[in-house]
């Protein structure tokens, strides 16, 4: 059993299919990439996962549960899946500790002690312990990206979610924020990413998913898919990077 | 006819200037509590709810206050209801307030970005909890100038009140002038007063500025 499975998702805004049925089961300690062309539907797909968006059709199973609309399942289904964005959303009035000890207190209802603790461990991991006292307007961009993923690892989710984490950033800050991923990828947390960073998905990631028009187009492992793809719209996709 | 010195006419006005405070206050405790529950309601976003809110905020904001304050105080006692002045003015005035309060707060709370939303939610906070602890700090910032801005208008606003009889600061005025014929001193001293009372108000919002930093946006 997967951790994750999504089973013929559909996805429209308005008049316009974005997500047109898409199958993918994320296993346990799998790191997939998601890479596609702007406007090819990535982010809406991570965002169904995390219950951000809507579904129109299908069925998206975490830990072999089926998750429906109700609140409680969309609490339970964010409990396991966590989210980081390309804008950090960092919570501007409070500081990088409060950040991360939020949700923890107010969500999991652990004790101050229990929550500092567990923040404090989260922000060393990322390389900013001796940041805590600071508000994100105090933070560089790669800092902050990082506050933001020790502030989704404080929640234990299953399951991380990376959109683009480091798209926002000016180049000279993008590596400190790919090397906590690589950090989290090794230590064996479940991680889907859609990024740009095709040296990155290549050397860190088990599975390669290529999206093109709402659709999974081509999907398999990193290194092959790069040096053989099997269909143009990759093969064009991938030579355009290049 | 007695003679009223200065001090008879700044003496008379202080005492009826307390229930312009008490009147101010309480419409805007009140007020703000219920506006407080509209921000919610309407936030919420249930279509009839909103549409309800919306419609409210619409009736009072359209209407003159003086209307809103003949219409509960002459409107009441035909339902049964006998109401005092200062029931039907802090009642009037309270509509008044939460009215204007949800809609300057609406602001504000959807000035507040999506990403704030999305965060918390993929946090597992529910609507509450995001209010209470993201979206409420931030938007309070923001709301801090026009809030005040407006608390001024409540207390000029509660002047009206003179007019169903309620002794506040203005019939406390037109009152000893009356007695007086001393028009230009009497609201001289009216006016002086609410500004004392206003003034202030102005000061205390941009301390209350300087103690949110780190708000970004
Ligand atoms: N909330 C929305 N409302 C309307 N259209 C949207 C919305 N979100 C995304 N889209 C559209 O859906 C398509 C896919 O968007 P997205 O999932 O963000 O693609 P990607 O992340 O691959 O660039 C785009 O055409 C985008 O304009
Ligand atoms: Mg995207």
């Known amino acids: 059993m997967s951790l994750v499975e999504l089973h013929a998702i559909h996805k429209s805004f308005g008049e316009l299919e974005v997500l047109k049925g898409i199958d993918l089961a994320i296993d346990e300690g799998q790191v997939i ?27 998206i199973m975490v830990g072999g549960n089926k998750i429906s609309e109700r609140d409680t399942d969309l609490l339970a289904l964010r409990l396991q899946v966590g989210m980081v964005f390309q804008q950090f959303n960092l919570f501007p009035h409070y500081t990088a500790l409060e950040n991360v000890m939020l949700s923890p207190q107010v969500v999991k209802k652990q004790s101050k002690v229990e929550a500092k603790e ?59 924020v790919l090397a906590v991923v690589r950090k989290l990828a090794e230590e064996g947390m479940t991680l889907v990413m859609v990024t740009h960073e095709m040296r990155f998905a290549r050397e860190v990631c088990d599975k390669l998913v290529f999206m093109h028009q709402g659709r999974i187009h081509e999907t398999g492992d990193p290194e092959e898919v790069f040096s053989n793809p099997k269909t143009s719209e990759l093969a ?3 030579g355009g990077l290049a | 006819m007695s003679e ?95 009215a204007f309060l949800t809609e300057i707060w609406r602001g504000c709370v959807e000035s507040i970005g999506r990403g704030q939303w999305e965060a918390s ?31 001024v208008q409540v207390v000029k606003g509660t002047a009206v009140a003179s007019i169903i009889g309620f002794v506040e ?48 946006r």
């Open chain 1, 33 to 59: 990439a998601l890479i596609g062309k702007s406007g090819s539907g990535k982010s809406t797909l991570l965002r169904t996962i995390n219950g951000l968006e809507q579904i129109d059709s299908g069925v």
């Open chain 1, 118 to 176: 567990i923040a404090e461990e989260m922000l060393a991991k990322v390389g900013l312990a001796d940041k805590m006292m600071h508000y994100p307007d105090q933070l560089s961009g790669g800092q902050q990206q990082r506050v933001a993923i020790a502030r989704a690892l404080a929640m234990k989710p299953k399951v991380l979610l990376c959109d683009e984490v480091t798209s926002a950033l000016d180049p000279e800050l993008v590596n400190e």
């Open chain 2, 169 to 216: 600061l203005t019939k406390a005025g037109t009152m000893i002038t009356n007695a007086t014929y001393a028009p230009f001193t009497v609201y001289g001293c009216v006016a002086l007063m609410y500004f004392l009372i206003c003034y202030p108000l102005s000061l205390f919002a941009r301390h209350l500025e300087g103690k949110f930093r780190h708000v970004a």
């Open chain 2, 4 to 98: 009223f010195t200065l001090w008879d006419i700044v003496y008379n006005l202080l005492l009826a200037g307390r229930w312009t405070v008490l009147l101010s206050l309480t419409a805007f405790a009140l007020g703000g509590l219920v506006g407080l529950i509209l921000l919610m309601i309407r936030t919420a976003g249930n279509p009839w709810l909103v549409r309800l809110v919306r419609g409210y905020v619409e009736l009072f904001q359209g209407t003159p206050l003086l209307m809103q304050l003949f219409i509960v105080f002459f409107g009441l006692p035909l339902i049964g209801l006998d109401v005092s002045p200062w029931v039907a003015a802090t009642l009037g005035l309270t509509l008044f307030t939460s």
């Open chain 2, 121 to 151: 939610a993929s946090l597992g906070m529910n609507f509450t909890q995001q209010m209470r602890y993201i979206v409420l700090p931030q938007a309070m910032r923001i709301a801090i100038p026009p809030t005040v801005g407006f608390s």
């Open chain 1, 236 to 238: 064009s996709f991938v």
